[in-house]
């Protein structure tokens, strides 16, 4: 149904697909439905570089470089070793000019080996380097030799030390983001980490900046919540209270509401609500 109406809208008033596809993107943080709308606007679009400041746009990851690519190759029903043959040339131009936005680490963080990888999309777009260390960058992601990113994944899994020390060593370098952080609440108390390392978890989760920053629902706060209910820690309460005010923070950025509406909440008891958030979530629907 979006296709089509995109295909209907874009004749008359392609400006708004484009922008549509922005503000999906920069202000619902919708990352699949904004490229979809730039990809079918450049079937329809051409004969200037809207199309091309979309893509530009839309991307925000690396790994939104390959999935726009694949988009593609679906969307114009394109198979073979020859897909992507023939690209539409404001979308090479908007990969190439989005391409520029990513640094070594963050190119080797999403550098997967899927059906589209970055390096296709490379050689594709022929994006020029903005200067020579990302010239470097781009050489190192062809040869395959980027160096491995600094993840906290990759700390944990080649670190010579026990975990206590590396989770220590990752708050203090600051190799988390807070997502990861949110996450791993239990396995760094778990592993026992000092006084100190856990005030500087609560300074992290609960800064607001912080918080609006990582773009979380508040409902991730309660899940993380949940992780800690059967940890036996003289940390756990200190914890709760940091993650209830993180989550009235996330609460707060909802739009919608304001002071003496009445609301109604309505509960789906119906069965498809007991399935997983996610694949890999123990919370559900």
Not at 20 to 32: N, P
Not at 143 to 152: F, K, M, Y
Not at 161 to 180: N, P
Not at 242 to 265: N, R
Request: charged share 25%; hydrophobic share 40%.
């Amino acid at each position: 149904r979006i296709r089509g109406l995109v295909a209907t809208v874009a004749k008359t008033d392609p400006t708004f697909v484009a922008k549509l596809a922005v503000y999906a993107r920069e202000k619902m943080h919708l990352r699949t439905i904004s490229i979809v709308l730039a990809v079918e606007l450049a079937k329809v679009h051409n004969g200037d570089a809207l199309v091309s400041r979309t893509v530009q746009r839309v991307v925000n990851r690396p790994d939104e470089l390959t999935e726009v690519a694949a988009y593609y190759a679906i969307a114009n029903n394109r198979k073979g070793t020859k897909k992507l043959g023939k690209l539409s040339k404001q979308i090479q131009k908007g990969l190439a000019l989005a391409f520029t936005k990513f640094d070594a680490y963050q190119l080797q963080k999403y550098n997967r080996p899927n059906a589209v990888k970055l390096r296709d999309v490379l050689f594709l777009t022929h994006s020029k380097p903005v200067n020579s260390l990302q010239e470097n960058t781009y050489r190192e992601l062809i040869s395959d030799t980027l160096p491995t990113p600094e993840t906290w994944e990759v700390e944990l899994s080649t670190s010579t030390t026990d975990k206590k020390t590396s989770w220590e060593k990752m708050i203090d370098g600051r190799k988390m983001g807070y997502m990861a952080m949110l996450r791993n609440l239990r396995n760094m108390l778990e592993a026992g980490i000092s006084p100190e390392h856990v005030k500087l978890v609560i300074t992290q989760l609960t800064s607001k900046e912080a918080v609006l920053k990582s773009k979380l629902f508040p409902f991730r706060f309660y899940s993380a919540a949940r992780e800690l209910e059967s940890i036996n820690s003289m940390f756990t309460s200190s914890i709760l209270s940091a993650l209830d005010v993180a989550m009235q923070y996330s609460a707060a950025k909802i739009k919608g509401f304001k002071e003496g509406d009445k609301i109604h909440i309505s509960v789906d008891t119906s069965g498809s609500m007991s399935s997983p958030f996610s694949k890999m979530s123990s919370m559900r629907l």
